[in-house]
């Protein structure tokens, strides 16, 4: 069995000054559901400040969330990011420690890995406060990729949580849909659901990657192609720097720059313009070292 896609942790502990721990997936199949709701699903709800504003913050409706005896292995990662509760502590049987020891894999490649899960965490959900917190600490510099993160920890620092779940909502989600569709379908074809979805996924199952049972969520989106190029990029799914690089190549420089770029200037972004300039800066920095590399 290999890597399951949304049931890996990925830490930004360089990036947010270790604030979060680093985390790995355990693989193995869902068990059945117990009959009473579970601590971390418990933690979860008393953090968001209830059954609805929990399932508010994750975009699903309170019945779904009130159905819940324990977190769902798709949502693990949106939870997360909306109320600050470590995914850990969210799926202990999911999540356990880092395969691939800290030691032994490449400081690049690290910050790397944790820069993709930052963008992750934000594609996937609107950030919780806490998160806001965190972000606001964030220390730039005179590179590109610095002044970016500087960026960020500005607006960070003066957003107020509802405003930006309000603006996550209509940037991905609306009602019917968003004023963006984060999907490498559609950029490339202009649908849903095309031949780019039926490539990668032909390409996950060569490098055994899984996807998750019940996750509707399709494997091109913006979210979970950062959160396995996060796993990549640490050694986590165990793959060659040709096979990352030809990863890289094939599903994510073809058109995730251009969603940064639409991000930065869509007209319902504010605090999502500063994660728009952030991933469109970093993406072309990945382009050019595999590039070079190559």
Known sequence: MG???TVRGTGITLLLSALLEKKKSADGTLGWEVHVRDDGLDRAIDAAGGIAPLARKIGISQPSVSNW?????????????ATGVPRNDLRPDLYSEQAVSPELVDPVDAA?????ALLAMLLSAPPSRRLLEQLAALAGDATPLGRAHAMLADAASSAVAAKVEREYFDLFVGLGRGELLPYASYYLTGFLNERPLSRLRADLAGLGIER???NSEPE???????????GLADGQFGVSPDAQRAFFEKHVSPWMGRLFADIESAGNARF??????????????????????N
Not at 112 to 116: I, K, V
Not at 273 to 279: E, H, I, N, P, S
């Open 3 to 5: 890597e399951r896609l």
């Open 69 to 81: 005896t324990r977190v769902p292995a798709q949502r693990v990662i949106a939870v997360e990011t």
């Open 112 to 116: 790397r890995a944790q820069e993709y």
């Open 212 to 214: 998750v049972a019940n």
């Open 220 to 230: 091109d989106s913006a979210a979970i192609l950062c959160e396995i190029m996060s």
């Open 272 to 293: 999502y313009r500063t994660v728009g300039a952030l991933g469109r800066t970093f993406i072309g920095i990945e382009t050019e070292a595999f590039t070079f590399a």
